[in-house]
């Protein structure tokens, strides 16, 4: 069963107190799942309160423990098993029960601690990653099953990529490397699924004629 996400969206300014962030509808859908509090840094709460504005809906969500020393370099040994599922997450096969490696698109997470929007390769399917953390190491991962608006007014959308990896910057910093300015009305024309999973060499073609 689809679990409903009332979307809305949120603007997130550094006055935010951790007690308003864990009202955000996305931060209660990744405590539902089972991952505890003190395990969301400060930052992950804030990029999902912003990404609140994306989501139509929370499909479902699957909970992974990591084990091991996360690193990146050839000495990580970690490894990644599913631990729990809800909604849709109990219909689609984990790739990590055929290898338990902690690897590929769940590795970054572990590594950067930050929360992130991802497209799978294989099924298209929409997920946002999330790191638990502890002691600056992360110990598991709240993955959650989502769908995406189609599209957002551009203040929201703008809103959303300055909030979320800094990701605004990033483009804005790659077009005007060769481009005289950046245009953000060129946003409101990029489906959001590739706004917020393209990288961002891949985007910023779209501002060069």
């Not at 509808?25 to 309160?49: F, I």
């Not at 929007?117 to 110990?139: F, H, M, W, Y």
Request: glycine fraction near 6%; include cysteine; hydrophobic fraction near 40%.
């Amino acid at each position: 069963d689809a679990i409903k996400h009332q979307a809305k969206t949120v603007t997130v300014g550094i006055s935010r107190s951790d007690e308003t962030l864990l009202q955000a509808p996305l931060v209660r859908e990744v405590l539902t799942a089972g991952a505890s509090r003190d395990r969301l840094s400060y930052q992950s709460l804030r990029t999902l309160a912003v990404l609140d504005a994306l989501v139509d809906e929370v499909l479902g969500y699957t909970r992974y423990r990591i084990e091991g020393r996360v690193s990146d370099t050839a000495e990580s040994d970690a490894t990644i098993a599913v631990v729990d599922r809800g909604g849709i997450g109990r219909e689609l096969r984990s790739r990590t029960e055929d290898n338990p490696a902690l690897r590929g698109t769940k590795h970054r997470v572990a590594i950067e601690r930050l929360p992130l929007v991802a497209s799978g390769r294989a099924d298209g399917r929409t997920v946002l990653i999330v790191p638990e953390v502890k002691d600056n190491q992360c110990t598991g991962l709240t993955l959650l099953h989502v769908s995406l608006r189609d599209s957002l007014p551009l203040p929201a959308l703008v809103t959303v990529l300055e909030g979320y990896r800094g990701r605004l910057q990033a483009l804005r910093d790659a077009v005007t490397e060769t481009e005289p300015a950046f245009r953000e009305d060129v946003l409101g024309q990029i489906p959001i699924v590739e706004l917020m999973t393209a990288t961002i060499s891949q985007l910023a073609e779209r501002w060069r004629a």
